[in-house]
């Protein structure tokens, strides 16, 4: 595929053409030629828009897909095809599937699945055998299949001596843990986040004791191992303050934070919305707003959608028994972009390749066109008719949104919104 982006602004600080405005011309999925008015060709397709941006290709490090199992909510190709057109050109699956993804073959089924497609898949396989943290799974045998990272997802590892095996067990093979922090003895009956609302509401609250304890603890389990350990997902100020902590101490510690912790607070769930129920819950604005400093200072490493799609029959439903999730990549990039700047938005939407051990290409001439193209001067508000997942559960529906995905180029694949 030939094709040449007219006028886009390079946002991708490692490249030489970093917030300059140029054309890309691009071979069979190699950067062929960047520079100011590029001579047209007519076997090249053009692509030309005003305000067009473009940057490194973006990795979400955490979706849930549902296949195998779970197709009624997501199969893997529509789910990849959603990503492609919210400007992925990566993602991290979760093992949350019927199988769970603890074994070499499940994760050969899922990157067999993903075959020939625009945006890459990368499994990351269960900790512990069907997620039930009683048994490590195969690990070393996943990693050999392809498994960029091993985790339970949404549950946290109530038996501290098996993470400890866990960390040193995988530093043997260069691999990453993933531990999703959560006292389940705290959390107890709590659906919502432990406060004012939950009070005013009459739900049973969740404190952020129950997150910030076992953020504590798995930092003293990581200080004893000395491996590398991602900690998903967190949602209070006094997370960000332990990681931080932990960061200066030099610890090889990662994290991330969901959209929806970082643009949406408790106050959403006056109307009993099952849409907002997630784990972890979301918090107040006094902790959105440390998770927005955490981002800014580089205590918070990444940003994730935590795309987790629920099909209808678990969310219509008593908010105590509805499931937890929501859907995000559709409306991922458009939420940031009303409460981070743009550098930073794209920073952190391309960081996960790092900490996962991935090959990174910057754009500069004769690397791999891995690349996603946006506006950033569109204002507009998230409705139905832009969810393109199966699933609809999406706690952005009728937020305002700034910028918008034009697509992604990869694998010699060009997917326009």
Request: charged content about 25%.
């Amino acid at each position: 595929m030939k094709i040449i982006i007219r006028e886009a602004k390079i946002i991708d600080s490692k490249s030489p053409f970093h917030n300059q405005v140029v054309d890309v011309k691009i071979n069979d999925g190699i950067l062929e030629k960047i520079g100011t008015n590029l001579s047209p060709s007519d076997d090249y397709e053009e692509i030309k828009q005003s305000n067009l941006h473009l940057s490194q290709g973006w990795f979400d490090s955490s979706v849930s897909f549902g296949e195998p199992g779970f197709e009624d909510r997501e199969t893997i190709a529509n789910g990849l095809n959603v990503a492609a057109k919210s400007g992925f050109t990566a993602v991290a699956l979760q093992p949350n599937s019927a199988p769970i993804l603890d074994n070499q073959s499940q994760i050969l089924f899922v990157k067999q699945k993903a075959n020939n497609t625009a945006t890459d898949l990368f499994p990351i396989g269960a900790l512990t055998k069907n997620s039930e943290g009683t048994d490590l799974a195969e690990l070393y045998d996943m990693k050999n299949a392809g498994a960029i990272a091993f985790g339970d997802y949404g549950k946290s590892l109530s038996n501290a001596n098996l993470l400890k095996i866990g960390l040193q067990y995988v530093q043997d093979f260069d691999s990453l843990v993933i531990a999703f922090c959560q006292d389940e003895k705290i959390k107890g009956s709590g659906v919502v986040n432990e406060g004012i609302v939950s009070t005013r509401l009459g739900l049973k609250g969740i404190p952020n004791l129950a997150e910030e304890l076992i953020v504590a603890r798995n930092l003293f389990l990581l200080e004893y191992t000395g491996g590398k350990l991602h900690i998903p997902t967190i949602s209070t100020a006094k997370s960000v303050e332990l990681i931080r902590n932990a960061k200066a101490k030099g610890l090889k510690v990662t994290c991330s934070v969901a959209v929806h912790n970082l643009v949406l607070t408790d106050e959403k769930l006056e109307g009993f919305d099952t849409r907002f129920k997630v784990a972890p819950p979301l918090r107040t604005d006094n902790d959105r707003i440390a998770l927005i400093s955490g981002i800014l200072d580089n205590t918070i490493d990444t940003i994730t959608s935590d795309h987790n799609p629920m099909d209808i029959e678990h969310k219509k439903m008593e908010f105590d028994l509805a499931k937890n999730g929501t859907i995000g990549l559709e409306s991922a990039f458009g939420a940031l972009l009303t409460v981070l700047p743009l550098e930073k938005i794209v920073e952190k939407l391309t960081s996960s390749s790092t900490i996962f051990n991935l090959n990174q290409t910057e754009i500069t001439e004769g690397n791999k066109a891995n690349i996603t193209l946006f506006t950033t001067d569109t204002e507009w508000i998230f409705t139905k008719e832009h969810i393109l997942s199966k699933s609809k559960n999406s706690a952005f529906l009728g937020t305002k949104m700034k910028g918008k995905v034009i697509g992604i180029y990869n694998n010699n694949k060009l997917v326009l919104a």
